[in-house]
Structures are given as C-alpha cells and as structure tokens.
C-alpha cells in the first residue's frame, strides 16, 4: 500500500524557525518532523514552509511571498496528493498589509478553493484539506514593531477562520488550542509548542484521510 500524502503548506511557522538562536530547527524538533514520526512509515510529510509568506498578498519589502500564487505550482509538483495542511495568516497581521482579521480568512479561504479545485489529488481528484487557524501571536518585543497592532486581530482568527471551514466544508483545526507563541519573539514557537501541534494533528490526520476527500 502506497503511503499516504500529506503536503504542509504554511510560513516559517512550518518552516521551522527556532525564536531563541533565530535559526531552524533540526527535523526532529520541527512540527511536520514530529508528525511524520508519530504517522509512521505509511503517511509522507511534505515540508513547504517559507518564512514570511502571506496568505495571498504581494510583499513590497521582502519579495515573493504570495501564497496563493505559490500553491498552485506547488500543487502540481507534489502531485499526487492526499491531504494538503493550510496554516497562514501570521504575515498578513504585518501592519503594512494594514487588514482585518475577516479578510485574512477569506484569504485563507481562498486558498482552499484552490486546493480544492484542483486535480492533485489520486487519479486526477481533489486532495482532502485542512485548514489550520495560527495562534495568536504576541506578546511582541520592541523589534518586532512590523506586527504593532496584530496582536488584538490574530485573536478573533481562530473565528474567522472558522467561519469560513464551514463555508466552505473542509476540515477546520485552531492552533491556539495547544499552542502559544514564544516569548522571545512573540511570533514563533518553541520546541515544545512544535511538538504539542504535532501530536493533535497526529491524532486528527488519520480521521480525516480515512473519511476521504471533503466535497
């Protein structure tokens, strides 16, 4: 039996990003390396994690960071797929972006329809999606002034976010259930954050890939 698929597409939260050295963690401490230890040999872990990356909005300081122009690429290189993990929206409380946390969902959203009108998953279908709602960030230190003001809007995105799973009937997990941001940054997640989110997806991913495709 082939295993099963799973592509992680997210910022530098899936990336990996250690807030204490500012460097990545090793695939042991990061989430998707935790996961696919818990899943086993019969599930893949796909890591497609970039720092900074939006859920759909051109950056005009740090580059091409536009998820919704990434994934569809994305989506035909790892084909064929079974289950796509959406965790974004942490960039777009930059206040440069300057936007409500209802936009930031339906911008997630977006990314959903993508995936799920795709043909990446088995034999041309589309691939099941989970939709994971960031925790809320902060508190922030001084240099990290670029989110001032984020910290009130990542709080109601666990909502908005949800909001929009039933929309559009994907599967719907909200991070700050077991996760909390580092103190160091405000932004990030330490070791034992990574591994927390590791193993409630390990506990939800089965379920998820045995009930099959969301319509």
Known sequence: MSAKRILCFGDSLTWGWN???????????????????????????????????TTGFD????????????????????????????????????????????????????????????????????????LVAPPPIG????????????EEKSKELGHQYSLWAKILGCHFFDAQKVVTTSPFDGIHWDVQGNRAFAQALAQIVPAILEEGPNE
Do not use: C
């Open 19 to 53: 807030p204490e050295t500012r460097d990545r963690f090793s695939k042991e401490e990061r989430w998707t390396g935790i996961l696919a230890n818990l899943l086993g040999e019969t599930y893949e872990i796909i890591e497609e994690g970039l720092n900074g990356r």
């Open 59 to 130: 950056d005009p300081i740090e580059g091409d960071k536009n998820g919704r122009r990434h994934l569809p690429m994305l989506l035909e290189t790892h084909q064929p797929l079974d289950l796509i993990i959406i965790m974004l929206g942490t960039n777009d409380l930059k206040r440069r972006f300057n936007l409500h946390p209802a936009e930031i969902a339906q911008s997630a959203a977006e990314l959903v329809k993508i995936a799920r009108q795709s043909r990446a998953g088995k034999d041309g279908s589309a691939p099941s999606v989970l």
């Open 139 to 150: 508190p922030l230190p001084p240099e990290m002034k670029i989110f001032e003001g984020g």
